[in-house]
């Protein structure tokens, strides 16, 4: 692998696009089953999926629920109207010849997220002033000890549409095998700006999104299962340069947080040394070797001319009223980033108890019920008033996690002792 050394001539440019398998019970376009754990291949389909002639696409109601959701959730805009179109091309795992997406009117556009990186070069202040975004205080002052920063990340658009089948190349033989189970299940593209300047602000930004589409409940976001599924742009441009590079590399279908760094790291590298020779990197989509940690080239990358894009003839257009975006406001959950600062501010964890916390959904909360039982407990047994510490006891139940981990049901019965040390051992 090439080793990534870091460059003052040359600044990164990155984007990514990522794709989230959505939990719906069936697919986007019909009523095949949707089980990502399906094992047995060519399970999950019917007419619709293979693209039999006389079929129908029948859009997912819930689909369209979440793909919204994430769309609040990315502080984007969601128009009144959105649409499907088609996308033309032509492989084996895409039995129709055309992808059923989102071209000109996505369901959400223009949002962006915050995330928390560390400070290089520039102050907090001058950061702020250059990318025109406002820090609240106290995100400041939590991060100000550990010279972090709050880096906002543009999101151009999330749009809604439905996956493709998986090719198995058999290592050695003269053939390949297509899978359809994955073929028509639903998925968002979310497609952020160029606003990226490394590969660990990208890793950071990755996991701050699957965190959020945890919590929202829109996918199991399981990078290993491919549930999730990121695609980095990367270029590099002279520092001091506004203008983007004229040419951009993608590499496709990364499957983990740490190929996703090593794949910019290297691609990073590359481009800086092509670049030094006086050349320009082509513009390619390339894959990562797991295996030998490197880039490969796989084909020229297309351009929009290219897909052939035109509406969805059978397929009416979508609406969002006002009501509908309301009540999808109203049942928004605790958002990671709310839920960190809370957590900081209530129950005075060290930031990497936190970060334990808020990365284990189901955990977070299973903490605050155990807080809430214990905290009724004190309300009710006067006896133990004075004498107990909540915010050691905090402080006892979160370091497990610090030292590789103990199971939630020790975790509960370390604080119950604790809290009542009358009441009997367990098992």
């Known amino acids: 692998m090439k080793e990534f050394i870091s460059s003052t001539e040359y600044n990164p440019v990155i984007g990514f696009e990522i794709h989230v398998q959505l939990n719906t019970k069936s ?3 019909s009523s ?3 089980n990502p754990d399906e ?4 399970t999950n ?3 619709v999926v293979t693209g039999q002639p006389g079929t129908l696409p029948v859009a997912n109601k819930e689909a369209i629920r979440l793909s919204a959701m994430v769309g609040l959730a990315l502080n984007c805009q969601i128009d009144e109207f959105s649409k499907f179109d088609r996308k033309h091309y032509f492989y084996p795992d895409l039995p129709k010849g055309y992808q059923i997406s ?10 962006y997220l915050d995330i928390m990186v560390p400070v290089i070069a520039r102050s907090l202040a001058d950061e702020a002033i250059s990318n025109q975004t406002e820090i609240a205080s106290d995100a400041l002052a939590m991060t100000n000890s550990k010279k972090m920063r709050v880096k906002r990340i543009g999101i151009t658009r999330a749009h809604l549409e439905e996956d493709a089948g998986k090719n198995i190349h058999p290592e050695g033989l003269p053939y390949s095998l297509v899978d359809y189970n994955r073929a028509g299940c639903a998925l968002l593209e979310i497609v952020t700006e160029p606003d990226i300047e490394s590969a660990e602000e990208g890793r950071i930004f990755l996991q701050e999104l699957r965190n959020i589409i945890r919590y929202v409940g829109a996918s199991t976001a399981d990078m290993e299962k491919g549930t999730m599924r990121c695609e980095p742009n990367i270029s590099v441009r002279k520092p001091g340069e506004t203008t983007l590079p004229n040419y951009k590399v993608e590499v496709k279908n990364i499957n983990s947080f740490k190929f996703a760094e090593s794949a910019v790291n290297y691609e990073i590298a590359r481009h800086i040394e092509i670049l030094k020779e006086g050349k320009t990197p082509k513009q ?4 990562w070797n797991e295996k030998d940690s490197c880039t490969v080239e796989q084909r020229s990358k297309e351009d929009v001319q290219d897909y052939r894009y035109m509406p ?3 397929l009416p257009i979508l ?3 006002k009501e509908y975006l309301d009540e999808l406001k109203a049942i928004m959950p605790e958002l990671p980033a709310q839920k960190r600062v809370r957590f900081l501010e209530e129950f005075g964890l060290p930031e990497a108890d936190v970060e334990n916390l808020i990365n284990w959904k189901e955990l977070a909360f299973y903490f605050e019920d155990v807080v809430s039982e214990i905290d009724e407990w004190i309300k009710v047994d006067k006896d133990i008033k004075g004498s107990f510490d909540s915010d050691a006891l905090a402080q006892d139940v979160v370091e497990p996690l610090s030292h590789g981990g103990s199971s939630s049901s020790s975790l509960f019965v370390s604080w119950r002792r604790q809290a009542r040390p009358g009441l009997p051992r367990c098992g």
């Open 102 to 111: 989102q071209y000109n009117k996505p369901i959400a556009r223009d949002g």
């Open 27 to 29: 697919k986007m376009f």
């Open 319 to 321: 609406q969002f009223s």
């Open 32 to 34: 095949a089953a949707n």
């Open 284 to 287: 390619v989509t390339m894959g």
């Open 312 to 314: 969805e003839p059978d």
């Open 39 to 42: 094992t047995v291949p060519n």
């Open 45 to 47: 389909i019917d007419e």
